[in-house]
């Protein structure tokens, strides 16, 4: 399997989980230039953009552990990018989904990461 699929399955795994929890998806693979946010989600009147980690197993250190500063900037810009695009006025956050191993299983989501 590719790294592209690979990525793919990730990010549908997380989206089923978003969504199993009353999220509702309003973008995945959104890309502009020099940024880029996995999932766009909103509940409860809060966007969350989403960054997804996957490992395929523990070996790896955690996929959350490998969201460093230089990430979080990247994070941080797809954020104001998005929102002035979309000229969106309500809260915001960023998030992060962690999945792992061959079956895409959800490990961890962690809301407002900076």
């Not at 929890?21 to 995945?28: A, D, M």
């Not at 230089?70 to 309500?90: C, H, I, S």
Request: net charge positive.
């Amino acid at each position: 399997m590719s790294t592209t699929e690979i990525g793919r399955k990730a990010e549908n795994a997380a989206r089923a989980y978003l969504e199993m929890r009353g999220f509702k998806i309003l973008e995945q693979n959104w890309r502009r230039p020099r940024c880029e946010i996995d999932i766009i989600a909103m509940k409860e009147n809060v966007v969350h953009l989403i960054e997804v980690k996957y490992r395929k197993d523990d070996n790896q250190g955690g996929g959350i552990e490998a969201i460093d500063n230089d990430k979080l900037k990247k994070m941080r810009l797809g954020a104001w990018v998005w929102v002035d695009e979309n000229k969106y006025r309500g809260q915001y956050m960023l998030s992060a989904i962690e999945i792992t191993g061959p079956k895409f299983s959800v490990i961890g989501f962690i809301e407002n990461v900076y």
